[in-house]
């Protein structure tokens, strides 16, 4: 780092750090979705990658029908799509348990295989019907361009994925922790039996938490075309630092699942301005992975007890 | 059958199989098969080393490892720098601008070789670093996540991590291991041409030969008490540790156990392929390593060896004639594998003796009753 002045610094770490929030809110959406499913239900969602991507192509195919169809809708259309692409993943999402994850709760790494095959499955569909090409919906022009700060640009689409993922972490928070259905779910996490027992549906619980999940995944996929194109293994590229995010935050803590999304896109996006080609990512992966051999609770570690 | 081979096979169901395979790859393929396809089984029995590492490790002793690419790639990185060093000499890289190392490193700017490839100029330190290098490596991570009781997911994910890292780290290293490319245009192991056709006929035999040890082997750990306290490590580990056992340590011996011998699958692997690169132990490879286990059967070692051959036959076959079609079979395969046969083929094979109970009762009992007629010559008529 000698061959930088101090202001160059400055500017290259607020430049770096800016790019590091694109990824932190895509690892954070990505990581969220994770975290409900794995930290609250145990289950290892290896195709979550793949529900991103199917968010991603559900924007893609709603900004050609929008071009094509409605081409004076052009400038909102991308707002409605992120719900669109929430409800089309979720939908996926509670099919996909019903079909396969409910038969797989007692066997934790089984599910684990599943989904990897699923994962399979759902790229090779993203292939045949997209190409193996990468795709890119046309965004509005109000995305574009940048905020100039001092000697320092700001990306509009940067800005405004980081405020969507702020808005759903506060949503998904206040749906686990003040709604009646993340009462339930709270309830079914800690004892399943005694849930049953007290009159929550708890396979109803399982279903939609899943489909929450993975419409999360969905929402990441709809803010990752903001900033790169989509293609077949798109997710795939995101799937291990996404569950590192969720592992190293602590499984079962939101809190911890945003603190660790923030310090591994800080740490790789700056990493990568210093080191060149793969070295930072591998880095930020080794660090990690030390810690989390030291540290296997995570960072936040959740206060329930284990059984 | 005596006591040894007892331990062995516990059925003479599993000593036939065994034979039956040993006469498979030794005698029915190598006469069947032109030499070229002979060395593609041979490229598919060298993951047959990591599938057997895997039914220990995972099948019986309930770890799954979603990073046995990484012992298999150090293996095989150890075994290729051997052979990259001995294809590099001063003569036959006189054109490059520092002569006698690896053309890679030349391409890269180096010009002097690097301090941990000059060890392997030794045959008989390449041998020993193929075993003890993963066997290293595997302890130290075993052993710093098995000792805070870390296991299940958490192992799977953190091993895929590593997968990514080595394959990531070797990619973009490009001066000091081959990058992307990977180590290639490896010719002679201590002046021996590996590319001949004798040469991989012999490697082929060596191959099998190895696995063979390796599955007898496997077969000795699971059958005697050692395989059951693995079992029990799997199925209820609090008792294991209540009754006096260190969990971590026999999670750890596994753990390394398996590496090493994917190591020595790497290393069969460079040795009959001809090349090593981070595209064979990245995170994909990593989890179909395991896919050929599950296919075959997590518990069995036999199973095991029989899903890499399939699942890596079905793939060359299918994935020249229908690159499409390939990935949905392999996603499909693996997910009725999981669902409806967690024991893969072995599994299934097991099952097939009761086929024995779907034939009526009474139709075994007029058998058996034929059967007593013939050898006591008593006849029951009072039925």
């Known amino acids: ?307 | 059958m005596p006591l040894f081979l007892k331990t062995l096979f516990k059925t003479r169901g599993e000593a036939i199989g065994f034979i039956a395979f040993l006469v498979l790859v030794l005698v029915i393929f190598p006469l069947a098969m032109p030499v070229f396809r002979l060395n593609l089984v041979g490229k598919y029995l060298s993951f047959g080393f990591v599938a057997i590492g895997l039914v220990l490790l995972w099948g019986r002793c309930g770890v799954l490892s979603l990073g046995q690419g990484v012992f298999f790639g150090l293996g095989g990185y150890c075994m290729a720098m051997f052979l990259k060093l001995e294809a590099s000499d001063p003569e036959s890289t006189s054109i490059q601008s520092t002569p006698g190392i690896p053309d890679f490193m030349d391409w890269n700017q180096l010009t002097a070789l690097p301090w941990f490839w000059e060890p392997f100029k030794s045959l008989p330190f390449t041998i020993l670093a193929i075993f003890v290098v993963p066997a290293v490596v595997a302890f130290i991570i075993g052993w710093a996540m098995f000792r805070r009781k870390v296991g299940g997911v958490y192992f799977a994910i953190i091993t895929q991590a590593l997968a990514l890292i080595m394959s990531l780290g070797i990619d973009g290293n490009q001066g000091y291991t081959g990058g992307r490319n990977g180590i290639t245009d490896l010719r002679t192991l201590l002046g021996w041409d590996i590319r001949t056709e004798d040469a991989q006929y012999t490697l082929y035999f060596l191959c099998v030969v190895l696995l063979a040890l390796t599955a007898l082997a496997a077969k000795y750990i699971i059958n005697t008490r050692l395989g059951r306290v693995l079992v029990a490590v799997r199925d209820q580990e609090d008792r294991v540790r209540f009754s006096g056992y260190d969990v971590a340590i026999v999670r750890t011996s596994v753990f390394a156990f398996a590496a090493v011998l994917s190591g020595i699958g790497g290393a069969m692997f460079v040795l009959q392929v001809g090349f090593m690169s981070p595209s064979i132990i990245g995170i994909v490879p990593s989890i179909e390593m395991v896919i050929f286990t599950a296919v075959g059967g997590r518990l069995s070692v036999m199973g095991a060896i029989i899903g890499c051959l399939i699942v890596n036959w079905g793939k060359t076959a299918f994935s020249e004639a229908y690159p499409d079609a390939w990935l949905y079979l392999m996603g499909g395969t693996f997910i009725s594998v999981v669902m409806f046969f967690p024991n893969g083929i072995a599994g299934l094979a097991e099952k097939f003796p009761r086929i024995r109970s779907l034939i009526p009762a009474s139709v075994t009992e007029r058998i058996k009753g034929m059967a007593t007629k013939k050898t006591t010559k008593t006849v029951s008529d009072g039925q």
């Not at chain 1, 996926?92 to 066997?107: N, P, Q, T």
């Open chain 1, 1 to 307: 780092m000698g061959d930088y002045t101090a202001e160059e610094l400055q500017s290259i770490f607020i430049m770096q750090g800016f790019s590091g929030l694109s990824l932190f809110s895509v690892l954070l959406l990505m990581g969220l979705g994770l975290a409900l499913i794995f930290g609250q239900m145990g289950v290892i969602n290896m195709a979550h990658g793949e529900f991103m991507a199917l968010g991603a192509y559900t924007v893609y195919l709603c900004s050609n029908i929008t071009e094509q169809f409605f081409p004076a809708f052009t400038p909102y259309y991308f707002v409605i799509t992120i719900l669109v692409a929430f409800v089309v993943c979720g939908l996926l999402g509670a099919f996909v348990e019903w079909l396969l994850i409910r038969h797989l709760y007692h066997r934790p790494l089984d599910t684990l295989l599943a989904t990897w095959g699923l994962s399979l499955i759902l790229q090779q569909t993203y292939r045949s019907i997209f190409g193996a090409r990468e795709v890119s919906p046309r965004l509005p022009d109000w995305l574009m361009g940048s905020f100039t700060y001092g000697d320092v640009d700001i990306p509009i689409n940067g800005v405004f994925v980081l405020g969507l993922s702020v808005i759903v972490t506060g949503s998904l928070v206040y749906f686990i922790y003040k709604s009646r259905f993340g009462l339930k779910l709270r309830s079914t996490v800690q004892n399943r039996s005694m849930s049953g027992a007290v009159g929550i549906n708890t396979v109803k619980v399982d279903r939609l938490a899943f489909a929450l999940g993975c419409g999360i995944a969905g929402i990441a996929g709809a803010a990752f075309t903001t900033i790169g194109s989509t293609g077949p293994d798109s997710g795939s590229r995101y799937i291990v630092d996404a569950f590192l995010v969720v592992v190293s935050g602590g499984a079962a803590s939101l809190l911890g699942t945003v603190g660790s999304a923030f310090g591994i896109a800080q740490a790789q996006s700056i990493l990568e301005f210093f080191l060149e080609g793969t070295k930072g990512k591998v880095a930020t992966l080794l660090v990690i992975v030390v810690v989390l051999m030291i540290r296997p609770q995570g960072l936040f570690p959740s206060k329930v007890r284990s059984h």
